[in-house]
């Protein structure tokens, strides 16, 4: 038939374009390992190169694209256009990491301020937390006994904590300034008695440590925690006992204990937070390792407005920062002379300042957040 002749015809020119077209890879070819993801690049047509760097791009790993820029020159303009990416890029990822603890102690916190609790005290728990998951991983060989340890140590301070300002209704801001204190103090003791040094305990093997599971952890938590806030009842329960305990309480439900399964979960996240630094970011537990992540972690909260996935947000933008001033260490900026490191090194704090400088007054705080629990 006229017809299927024709489309076989067409068939047959296609086959032959394909077949000597000059990107199309030749079985005797030898193709470098590290370049298998860009076998695409190599069979699309002119019309379709943008789609496949782009592919390759975001598709391989950050160590692989040292191997891939020759290949990438001749697509992007030139070598400097690649180390520009490849800076961005690297920046992002490293602003992922040291994110981490930030948006940790941030869920922490917005579990106990949702509930009604001020929680001062997150750097304590980040601290304690540390310096359980450094010596727990050291002593049993695993990462995830130091994860579980720092869970523990965390929701022990926070118990702690609990006891005073709910059940004995004392001053939160009082009292988490003197859990500070006490972890601030107690850890170093702890590290003199264990291993004979008070500022740091043994470092620990790369096997031992975590590469990039507490990453996932933290975006899936930020995840699970907007679901449960929103779409189950005890997720609202939490709200209410910030928003409206009377309310709550009129509903049958105990606001006494609403609130103190937050603050337990609070520490637990705050504890992770540690981990995230000491057996993560770090090789072993430092003296004030935290460094005032805590209330950075608090700021981040502030700015987010008590919500997850906006305080995720901000934890991001501080993680930036944070990595912004690794990056310039020791940059000329101007003249002939690096930046002193010390005015590098402030930048996330100025940073920190500024937010809440313009967001202070444009957030809403839970309203009964930082009141006694009157109800048994």
């Known amino acids: 038939h006229p017809r299927h002749r024709s489309h076989q015809l067409r068939h047959h020119k296609q086959h032959q374009r394909r077949r000597h077209h000059p990107l199309e890879i030749q079985p005797n070819n030898i193709i470098p390992a590290p370049h298998f993801a860009l076998l695409p690049i190599y069979s699309l047509r002119f019309g379709r190169r943008t789609l496949g760097i782009f592919w390759s791009i975001f598709g391989s790993s950050i160590a692989e694209w040292e191997e891939k820029r020759e290949f990438f020159q001749s697509f992007v303009g030139g070598a400097l256009i690649m180390e520009v990416l490849i800076s961005i890029l690297q920046i992002f990822e490293s602003a992922l990491r040291v994110s981490t603890p930030l948006l940790f102690a941030a869920l922490g916190g917005m579990l106990s301020e949702r509930a009604g609790v001020i929680n001062i005290a997150l750097e304590g728990m980040m601290l304690v937390g540390g310096f359980a998951a450094a010596s727990v991983a050291l002593a049993m060989h695993s990462s995830f006994a130091g994860a579980g340890a720092a869970c523990g140590a965390g929701f022990l301070l926070a118990a702690f904590y609990g006891f005073f300002v709910i059940e004995l209704r004392a001053d939160q801001i009082v009292a988490g300034t003197a859990m500070n204190m006490f972890a601030a103090g107690v850890t170093p003791f702890l ?165 809440l400088a313009g967001v202070v007054g444009q957030s809403r705080a839970p309203q009964a957040l930082g009141l006694p629990t009157l109800q048994p």
């Open 191 to 355: 590290c003199k008695i264990l291993y004979q040094s008070s500022t740091s305990t043994p470092s620990l093997p790369i096997e031992l440590r975590f590469q990039s599971f507490p990453i996932w952890l933290a975006g899936g938590s930020v995840l699970v925690l907007w679901f449960w806030m929103h779409y189950t009842p005890s997720g609202l329960w939490v709200q209410f006992a910030g928003e409206h305990p009377e309310a709550l309480n009129s509903a049958g439900i105990r606001v006494k204990r609403v609130r103190w399964i937050s603050v337990l979960m609070s520490g637990c996240f705050a504890g992770l937070g540690g981990a995230s630094l000491s057996i993560f970011l770090a090789s072993s537990f430092t003296r004030n390792m935290t460094a005032g992540r805590g209330f950075m972690a608090l700021a981040a909260l502030i700015f987010g407005k008590w919500k997850p996935i906006p305080a995720a947000l901000a934890c991001l933008l501080f993680g930036l920062s944070d990595a912004l001033q690794i990056r310039l260490q020791g940059v000329v900026l101007w003249g002939t002379e690096p930046v002193p490191v010390q005015f590098i090194q402030i930048l996330p704090y100025v940073v920190t300042i500024f937010v």
